[in-house]
Structures are given as C-alpha cells and as structure tokens.
T-cell receptor
Framework: ETGVTQSPTHLIKTRGQQVTLRCSSQ?????VSWYQQALGQGPQFIFQ???????GRGNFPPRFSGLQFPNYSSELNVNALELDDSALYLC??????????????FGPGTRLTVL | GENVEQHPSTLSVQEGDSAVIKCTYS??????FPWYKQELGKGPQLIID?????GEKKDQRIAVTLNKTAKHFSLHITETQPEDSAVYFC????????????FGGGTRVLVKP
C-alpha cells in the first residue's frame, strides 16, 4: 500500500451535475497529481499541485478544477458532468516536484459513473 | 506533446517463462521512465523506474532497459509467476519541475500455471 487514500470509492452522478473527489497524500509528500483513466486505457494527466498551487495541466477543459490544502491533501472538482467523464480518477502523490524526488505513488482511485 | 506507444497489448506466458514489454516515446527531452502494475480494482503500483542517465536497472526478477538514441525502453520479467498476472503500464516524463506522466496503452499479462 502507498499510503495515498481517495474518497469516495465509487460515485454515480447524472449528466450536468457537479462532483468533488478527495485525496490524502502520503505522509511527507507535498505534490499531488490527478489522472483520468478510461476503461481499457492508460491514465491521462489532468493537473498537478505543488504547495497549494497548480504546477502543470493536461489537455482538460476548465470545468476540471482542483485545490490543494495546507496539509497537502487535494480535491478534484468537475462541473457540468458529461457521459465521457465516466472513468477511474486517480490521485498520485510524490515527495517533491524536484527531479529525483518526484516519483509518483498512486491511490486506489475513485470510480465515477455519469448517467 | 509526448506520445508513448506500448506493445504488445496482451501477452500470455507459461509460468516460469520470461515476459518482455516494449515502449517507444516521441519526445527526446523525456528523462524519466517508470513502470506500473495495475491489478483489477486497484490503482497503479510502481514496480521499477529508470532515469535517463542509466541504461539498465534490475530489481530481483524485474529489469528495465533504456535506449535513448532509439527512444525506446523495455520491461523484462523473468521466472514469471501467476501473481505477475496484471495490466502493466509504461510511462515517460520530462520531469523538469514536477512529473507529468504520459502513459502507454497498457499490456495485459496472463501467466498460465
């Protein structure tokens, strides 16, 4: 186990709704990254937070937003849910964003289903 | 942006045999290459990683090789066991200020007893 926890485990929403997913990073880790994994595919980078600031963003629309808190836990918010947002959402934490200390450790994920 | 291709998509081996998964990447600036194992219903688990200043790295039955000139890297699992059955993902990143991992499409490995 990596020590990265995510909640909830599963979530069902309807199109147009909003959702908030939560992640607690491993102790001592100040960097959190979020990924979206569609069924049968590899994870895709959404964004990364370092010390409460966004530190890079993938090719996702602005309705995907995030926060990182002083204790380095993080939230992923998705507004105006679409059917294609159905996926496993993964959080990964790393000790730092500095090269050599940036290895990412993943949590178990949150399975989001949009109906 | 970076593009990572992974082959094969499925791999079936007999217990005790070796398994090899290959990945190619497009961005020559990439310098960090981790491999993850994902079991059903779980998040990806890091099994080994390699940085660009090293050509090969080994950890017990698992080894990774990197050819920066050809922009490809491979995972080698020797003496496979049924518990090695899972989906394996390669990834690449530039790793300048923080890692944005670009993943391959995954390889489903089945080890038959």
């Amino acid at each position: 186990e990596t020590g990265v926890t995510q909640s909830p485990t599963h979530l069902i929403k309807t199109r147009g709704q909003q959702v908030t997913l939560r992640c607690s990073s491993q102790s001592g880790h100040n960097t959190v990254s979020w990924y979206q994994q569609a069924l049968g595919q590899g994870p895709q980078f959404i964004f990364q937070y370092y010390r409460e600031e966004e530190n890079g963003r993938g090719n996702f629309p602005p309705r995907f937003s995030g926060l990182q808190f002083p204790n380095y836990s993080s939230e992923l918010n998705v507004n105006a849910l679409e059917l294609d947002d159905s996926a496993l959402y993964l959080c990964a934490s790393s000790p730092s964003r500095d090269r050599g200390r940036d290895t990412q450790y993943f949590g178990p994920g949150t399975r989001l289903t949009v109906l | 942006g970076e593009n990572v291709e992974q082959h094969p998509s499925t791999l079936s081996v007999q217990e005790g045999d070796s398994a090899v998964i290959k990945c190619t990447y497009s961005d020559s600036a990439s310098n960090y290459f981790p491999w993850y194992k994902q079991e059903l219903g779980k998040g990806p688990q890091l099994i080994i990683d390699i940085r660009s200043n090293v050509g090969e790295k080994k950890d017990q039955r698992i080894a990774v090789t990197l050819n920066k000139t050809a922009k490809h890297f491979s995972l080698h699992i020797t003496e496979t066991q049924p518990e090695d059955s899972a989906v394996y993902f390669c990834a690449a990143s530039i790793g300048a200020a923080g890692n944005k991992l670009t993943f391959g499409g995954g390889t489903r490995v089945l080890v038959k007893p």
